[in-house]
């Protein structure tokens, strides 16, 4: 497997795994009642990039790491998923 797809998976993982991430810990403007005018009640109250960007980073790691030993290591694949109905032949 060439580095291109390896970046490419990871990144993917990684955007599916941002949003995942980024309603932990939120605390929205109605929480801690402080409207700013202009703005929508539920718009976040104080937006942490850096913690959303580790957290994303470190979860989708785990994830692809699991992913990557399952399929290259062990050699799972969907072929490999139990049948859940019986064959009725």
Not at 4 to 20: D, G, K, Q, R
Not at 43 to 64: D, E, M, N, Q, S
Request: charged share 10%.
């Amino acid at each position: 497997m060439n580095i291109v797809s390896i970046i490419a998976e990871y990144f993917i993982c990684w955007w599916i795994t941002l949003f995942i991430v980024l309603p932990i810990g939120l605390r929205t403007q109605a929480d801690e009642k402080t409207v700013i005018n202009g703005t929508i009640s539920s718009a976040p109250a104080k937006f942490r990039p850096f913690r959303v960007f580790v957290g994303t980073t470190a979860l989708a790691a785990i994830i692809y790491a699991c992913w990557f030993i399952a399929t290259r290591v062990f050699g799972l694949n969907a072929l490999s998923i139990p049948r859940i109905v019986p064959d009725f032949h």
